[in-house]
């Protein structure tokens, strides 16, 4: 943590805190219904079986999908397919199927759609029990994008979805 607080600027740092400080709440139970609906037209795995796991840091953020019981190859799989496509998907700006999922108005959403090219840096990982994508970015209004994109998750997939430790990228740097 004292490396990542020593190579923030003193505002972004605040924003940083404040950002993830606060409590993200669940959805209600009809939108963590209809989340889950129309998540099983875009994700091919088993919501049940897995757990997204959002982890905020001072760039932006990784997302992992992991599976909950390691030796389910077939979901482990599955999350990789589905992480590598979006994956792409994102780094050409196209933010359709978080939308399908969550709505057009999914906080972050707008201002992840309008980055330029290269703003914001996407890479996907592969891990033992799933996969991740790191997304990362020098432009405070896209951290806070990011930020806000996370937690927005977090509220709608509360049934299968926790928060990861703030400074969670600082352990997975190639």
Request: glycine content about 6%; hydrophobic content about 40%; aromatic content about 6%.
């Amino acid at each position: 943590m004292k490396r990542l607080i020593g190579c923030l600027p003193a505002g972004l740092f605040m924003l940083f805190i404040a950002v993830s400080a606060q409590a993200v709440e669940k959805a209600s139970d009809a939108r963590l219904d209809e989340v889950v609906q129309r998540g099983s037209h875009v994700m091919p795995f088993d919501l049940e079986r897995t757990t997204h796991i959002f982890s905020k840091n001072g760039k932006g953020g990784v997302q992992q999908v992991i599976v909950k019981d390691s030796s389910n190859t077939d979901q482990i799989k599955l999350i990789r397919e589905h992480l590598a496509k979006i994956s792409k998907e994102f780094m050409q700006g196209d933010f359709s199927n978080p939308a399908k999922i969550h709505g057009e108005d999914m906080p972050g959403l707008a201002e992840l759609r309008t980055a330029k090219s290269g703003q914001v840096k996407i890479v996907y990982k592969e891990l033992p029990n799933g996969a991740e994508i790191d997304y990362s970015t020098e432009v405070p209004e896209l951290i806070e994008a990011i930020h806000k994109w996370f937690d927005a998750q977090l509220s709608d997939h509360a049934r299968h979805a926790i928060p990861g430790h703030p400074d969670h990228s600082m352990h997975h740097q190639p």
